[in-house]
């Protein structure tokens, strides 16, 4: 395997990616900030720098962290956290693009299945793990772990539009309840769901994944504490 091929490579250019894409953000958002300080939008000032802090945690503390996630994995979900709470929340993508809240729920239901498939992919594929499950359940769980996750994010958006008056369950086709967008949220978020579990099963049953693979590896290469018997479970 040359150079130019290997996972270490691969994996150095996908950190450098990540921290450019991180950087670029980072610039939008801090040009955004000067102008909602201007006008006084506080809330907002609030939202973006919360945001700026929550991007620019993972590269400020690393050499704190206990688990090491692949890059490409932080530059999908830097870039889902971007679209979904600065371009929707605080440029209203969410009310100038009908479609914005569909699409970012789409796209959760395939970002918290794949997570799902891959945390117990990890698990069933490493040697040091007695666990072993069929492609069906390992999908099954992907499925389940990414459709409960939306609807606990849709009893979060209810709570806080009830306790605090925020906005999150938008009118959506005449509906000013909020009932409509809440039902095709879950709706959108199961499509992204199945779409997940069924490549994940037909990876495990078939033709391999040479980036889910890779990801998993390297995954596990890198975190091996997490993999490791507990050797003292049988000295106590």
Avoid: C
Avoid at 129 to 156: N, Q, Y
Avoid at 208 to 216: F, K, T
């Amino acid at each position: 395997m040359t150079a130019s091929t290997s996972p270490s490579n691969g994996a150095g250019i996908a950190g450098k990616a990540h921290l450019i894409v991180v950087a670029i953000l980072q610039l939008i958002m801090l040009g955004e900030l000067a102008l909602l300080i201007g006008s006084e939008r506080w809330m907002h000032v609030f939202l973006v720098t919360g945001l700026i802090a929550a991007l620019l945690a993972p590269i400020v503390l690393r050499r704190f962290r206990s688990m090491i996630i692949p890059s490409e994995i932080r530059i999908t979900i830097v870039l889902f956290v971007f679209a979904s709470l600065f371009l929707g929340e605080v440029r209203d993508y969410y009310e100038r693009i009908w479609w914005w809240d569909l699409a970012l729920h789409g796209s959760a239901g395939l970002l918290l299945g794949f997570l799902g498939f891959l945390v117990v992919y990890i698990l069933n594929e490493d040697e040091k793990v007695d666990l072993h499950m069929r492609p069906s359940f390992v999908a099954l769980f992907a499925f389940m772990f990414s459709v409960s996750s939306g609807g606990t994010w849709e009893i979060f958006e209810f709570a806080m539009d009830q306790l605090f008056g925020f906005n999150m369950q938008k009118p959506m086709l005449g509906d000013p309840s909020g009932l409509t967008d809440t039902m095709w949220d879950l709706i959108v978020n199961l499509i992204g769901a199945a779409i997940v579990s069924l490549a994940g099963w037909r990876y495990m049953s078939q033709e391999p994944n040479s980036y889910v693979d890779s990801w998993a590896r390297r995954f596990i290469e890198r975190n091996p504490q997490l993999f490791e018997p507990n050797k003292r479970r049988g000295d106590d």
